[in-house]
C-alpha cells in the first residue's frame, strides 16, 4: 500500500489535539498533508483512545500519523461532525472553505473512485 502522507510543512496552527468525550471515547483532529495534491487537510476520527485513533487512520493508509500535543484540538461542530458519520472519520481541506461539508475518507484517500460524483456532496 503507498504511503499517503508527504514530508509538507503543517499550516500555522499546529497539528492536531484531541477531546476526551464523557464516556471515555476520544475525537482525535490532525491536520495532514494531502495525500493527492497540494495542501492540508483537517482529518477528524473518532476511537476508544488516542491510540486506537491513530491506528485506525494508519489502516486506512495514512502511514506517518502522530499526535504531538494538543495545540488544535476539534471544536464543537467538528466533534459534532464526526459522532454522526457512520465511519467515525471525516475530512476537510485547511483552511476549510465556509460552505464545505465533511467528506468520508474513502474520497480523500481513493478521489478517483468519486470523480462522477457532485463535488458538493459529502
Same mark, same amino acid.
Given at each position: 500500500?503507498?504511503?499517503h502522507?508527504?514530508? &509538507?510543512? /503543517? %499550516?500555522?496552527g ?6 476526551? &468525550?464523557?464516556? +471515555?471515547?476520544v475525537?482525535?483532529? /490532525?491536520?495532514?498533508?494531502?495525500p ?7 482529518? &477528524?476520527?473518532?476511537?476508544? $483512545?488516542r %491510540?486506537?485513533? /491513530?491506528?485506525?487512520?494508519? $489502516? ?8 504531538? +500535543? $494538543?495545540?488544535?484540538? %476539534?471544536? *464543537?461542530?467538528e ?5 454522526? *458519520? %457512520? ?10 472553505h465556509?460552505?464545505? +461539508? ?5 474520497? &480523500? ?6 470523480? *462522477?460524483?457532485?463535488?458538493h456532496a459529502?
Open positions: 500500500m503507498a504511503d502522507t508527504a514530508a &509538507l510543512p /503543517l %499550516p500555522a499546529g497539528g492536531g489535539g484531541f477531546v476526551r &468525550l464523557l464516556d +471515555g471515547s475525537v482525535v483532529a /490532525l491536520c495532514l498533508p494531502r493527492a495534491g497540494v495542501g492540508h487537510v483537517r482529518v &477528524l476520527v473518532h476511537a476508544a $483512545n %491510540p486506537r485513533a /491513530l491506528t485506525r487512520l494508519r $489502516n486506512l493508509g495514512l502511514r506517518q500519523v502522530y499526535l504531538r +500535543g $494538543n495545540a488544535a484540538p %476539534p471544536t *464543537h461542530d466533534i459534532s461532525a464526526v459522532l454522526h *458519520h %457512520p465511519e467515525g472519520a471525516v475530512w476537510r481541506t485547511t483552511p476549510g465556509p460552505a464545505e +461539508g465533511w467528506h468520508p475518507m474513502c474520497r &480523500l484517500l481513493h478521489p478517483e473512485a468519486h470523480a *462522477h460524483q457532485h463535488p459529502a
